[in-house]
């Protein structure tokens, strides 16, 4: 078997950490050959002489000398590429078989498109791509013939309940037999917080997910349930689901990971302790089944399984997010671009927390006063996102102010 090779989007992160221990448990099956990271140069540096890879993209001339200074005495040949290009360029070019796409924000989006335009394998934890551009990145994926699998942990378990075990169930319209798509959601932090103390809620205390640990941006989504929201949009375009279609169940356990319901009342779930390897390593071995390093679920440990239905007085985010897939692509643009301003604007604690849901209802009036906007273009939706991050940054100042 010739190795696959892999280009870790965002090998720094969350995911690209969890990507690579699994790559690296299976030598004869894959081969690490780009990693790409923005902020972190020693834990790149690092992670190149851990994988071997040969290849790394960083932002600017400053990082690429950290990167070679981190270096120091590593043997093999690394190739330094800069800039927002070049990570386009690695994930469409012919060193590479399989992209993860694990850059966090919309930010991933002209790298992951360049991977589903190629026909590239495309591993996609980068849901801000599909919420921003769900429309074109689906259409690539058909014209390319590009194999896209679901990372997100609970669009990877609806793809495993699809009939035939997910194979052909993305990109072909929605599943026959399938009835209803049902999402879970752990609740996040504050599921049994006091509502009139929201306003006091801290940056560590909204990061601290009580199941999962992740990326500090997606761990705020978490929090305010705009990630349950991005997922709704998610699940819309990888399974052709329209919105009355997909419904969210708290579970606050997080060992379901969503569920399919057929049209003979049967109901497919996949359960799983919560660590990402599982569907990072369902997605590199598909349709075989390799090792993830993961725990066996003892479902005598975990002993119930809890359900309660959302309370949209206490998240609004998610109701927000349904207002922005039925108000169309334009909407679902504002609304993900203003959710990552107002969450950097939070972790920098420059608004409070209930300020985020604020500034979502606002940019989503502001897109519906222009509601005009085409956005069929790439080009058409990086403007929008721009424009969408010019008025929330302003939206936050007066907040602040
Ligand atoms: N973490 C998880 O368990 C899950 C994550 N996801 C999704 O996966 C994606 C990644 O999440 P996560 O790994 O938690 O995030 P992290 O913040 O942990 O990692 C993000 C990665 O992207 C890089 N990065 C950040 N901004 C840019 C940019 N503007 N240009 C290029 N690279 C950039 C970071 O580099 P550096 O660190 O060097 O600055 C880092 O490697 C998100 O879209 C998230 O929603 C989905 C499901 C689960
Ligand atoms: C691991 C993963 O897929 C996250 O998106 C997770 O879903 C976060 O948990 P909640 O959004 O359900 O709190
Ligand atoms: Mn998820």
Sequence with gaps: MTPQSICILGATGSIGLSTIDVALRHPDRFRIVTLTARQRMDELAELIRRTGARRVVVPDAAAAQRVREGLTGHTGKVEILQGDQALADV???????????????????????????????????????????GSIFMKAVRESGAVLLPIDSEHNAIFQCMPGGGQGSIGNGPAKGVNRIVLTASGGPFRTHNPDEMAHITPEQACAHPNWSMGRKISVDSATMVNKGLEVIEAHWLFDMTPDRIDVVIHPQSIVHSLVEYDDGSMLAQLG???????????????????????????????????????????????????????????????????????????QRRIPYPGIAAILEQALNWYSARSNVPVVSIEQVLELDAQARTFALAACQSRAA
């Design 91 to 133: 994930a469409s070019d012919d060193h590479t078989d399989v992209v993860m796409a694990a850059i966090v924000g919309a930010a991933g989006l002209p790298a992951a498109l360049a991977a589903a335009q190629t026909g590239k394998r495309v591993l996609l934890a980068n849901k801000e791509a599909l919420v921003a551009a």
């Design 273 to 347: 302790n919560p660590d990402m390897r599982t569907p990072i390593a369902h997605a590199l071995g598909f349709p075989q089944r390799i090792e993830a390093g993961v725990d066996w679920l003892d479902l005598l440990k975990v002993g119930r399984l809890d359900f309660e239905e959302v309370n949209l007085l206490r998240y609004p985010c998610l109701d927000l997010a349904y207002q922005a897939l039925r108000g169309g692509q334009g909407a679902c643009i504002a609304f993900n671009a203003a959710n990552e301003v107002a969450v950097e604007e939070f972790l």
